[in-house]
């Protein structure tokens, strides 16, 4: 069983920042990317940013440049730094990761966290 328990949402102003928290645990594995999507009212869920186990990154154009993605592999922890936040950016956004255990590949998701950009 694993556990993805996401933190950092909330409510902020246009122009803004909030930092959001990925902690994983349980009987893990070996993580390999991990990654945020988001999903708005009405829309399908998108990706956002991803990070392999080894650092490499990869952003949506919409976030590249306002958006920074990174992990801590020691900690199990994958980190979204999000700044300059603009209303279209309010969405419940997940975490991904995937891992290997006892010889098979996951994709795990976490529960979701509501960012919402209104002044």
């Known amino acids: 069983q694993v556990q993805l328990v996401e933190s950092g949402g909330g409510l902020v102003q246009p122009g803004g920042s909030l930092r959001l928290s990925c902690a994983a645990s349980g009987s893990i594995g070996s993580l390999t990317d991990m990654g945020w999507y988001r999903q708005a009212p009405g829309k399908q869920r998108e990706f956002v940013a991803t990070?392999?186990?080894?650092?490499?990154?990869n952003y949506a154009d919409s976030v590249k440049g306002r958006f920074t993605i990174s992990r801590d592999n020691a900690k199990n922890t994958l980190y979204l730094q999000m700044n300059s936040l603009r209303p279209d950016d309010t969405a419940v956004y997940y975490c991904?990761?995937?891992?290997?255990?006892?010889?098979?590949?996951?994709?795990?998701w976490g529960q979701g966290t509501q960012v919402t950009v209104s002044s």
């Open positions: 990070v392999t186990n080894v650092g490499t990154t």
């Open positions: 991904n990761v995937i891992r290997w255990f006892a010889g098979r590949q996951y994709y795990n």
